[in-house]
């Protein structure tokens, strides 16, 4: 998983069409399973924006404002969009794409293969087969999935590649079911998972800390797909593996001020937290007190 904030490579065309210089928020998140886009412009800064068909699957953005439009072009026909807040559009690659903005935009953005899509969808009770283009009613249950990982208010949080491919899943299926093309499958009976396999999980999770683990690795070591080991993992833990390795940096950063005298930044480099200031925030909401008072109550 890789991010990327705010390039400024001025005349330069970001891969969804829209000049860099013209944007005043570009910032992109790689996943496993899908890249995630944050994409906003002032009014007429952006006139037009165009792509060619490409085998890249497919594009879903939701507007975070209300007010946007554009006019889409498709051969000689062109048809007029509005967008409100958390309207939802899903678009195919595979077809050329241009249309003329009009007003401001700020879109959070996903895009996902088909062959991304089926392995989300296998899974009892996800639906199957592909999305439907169109244009969508405001769909909040999305917006709040992709706020928690592209609003730029609020704290910043944890991007691990583990918290990322975690919401990637629950966003797909979401979408599937939303927006599929194809019929639900029929639901089955949910995964039990053995008390050797969470234990072998939760052995993985402490060795990597530092969060360098995607979902397809737990479920790969359970011999799941990682749609049928999330809801597997969170009925016999009562937890999500991004909570539990939280719940872990925290512990083991617990062990460290009790036993050492190591720095607040280097506990959180060993534990790790993006930085002091992540660890720190994080503790407090654990404990009620930042690490640094924490640590002095317990040794007075």
């Known amino acids: 998983m890789r991010e990327a904030d705010n390039p400024s490579t001025l005349g330069a065309l970001d891969s969804l069409g829209c000049p860099l210089s013209k944007l005043k ?13 944050r994409r906003a412009s002032e009014p007429a800064a952006i006139r037009r924006v165009e792509t ?29 969009h509005g967008f409100s807040r958390n309207t939802v559009y899903v678009r195919d690659f ?67 590649a583990l918290f990322v491919d975690q919401l990637s899943v629950a966003i797909g299926i979401h979408l599937l079911r ?12 949910g995964y039990a998972l053995s008390s050797r396999r969470i234990a072998l999980v939760m052995d993985m999770i402490d060795s990597r800390l530092n969060g360098d ?33 939280i719940r872990r ?7 460290l001020l009790l036993s050492s005298d190591v720095s607040l930044a280097e506990i959180a480099r060993r534990c790790g937290f993006a930085d002091q200031s992540h660890f720190t925030r994080t503790f407090a909401r654990e404990f009620g007190a930042p ?3 924490w640590r002095r109550r317990q040794r007075s």
């Open 291 to 293: 690490p640094g008072q």
């Open 249 to 255: 940096r925290v512990g083991k950063a617990c062990d």
């Open 52 to 80: 060619p068909a490409a085998k890249r699957g497919l594009l879903i953005g939701l507007s975070t404002t209300d007010g946007h439009r554009r006019r889409v072009f498709e051969g000689r026909r062109a048809t007029e």
């Open 94 to 160: 595979s077809e050329r794409y241009k249309a003329d903005l009009q007003g401001s935009f700020d879109f959070f953005l996903l895009e996902v293969t088909s062959a991304a899509l089926a392995r989300i969808a296998h899974s009892d009770g996800a639906l199957v087969g592909d999305l439907s283009p169109g244009l969508y009613e405001p769909d909040l249950v999305l917006a709040g999935l992709l706020g928690a990982l592209l609003a730029t208010t609020g704290e910043p949080g944890d991007k691990s």
């Open 178 to 189: 939303g927006y599929g093309r194809g019929k639900a499958a029929e639901p089955g009976r």
């Open 213 to 245: 683990l995607a979902i397809d690795d737990l479920a790969s070591a359970c011999g799941l797909s990682s749609a049928v080991f999330l809801p597997a993992f969170r009925a016999a833990t009562g937890t999500t593996p991004h909570q539990w390795l």
């Open 25 to 37: 928020n570009h910032r992109q998140i790689v996943g496993d399973f899908m890249t995630f886009y």
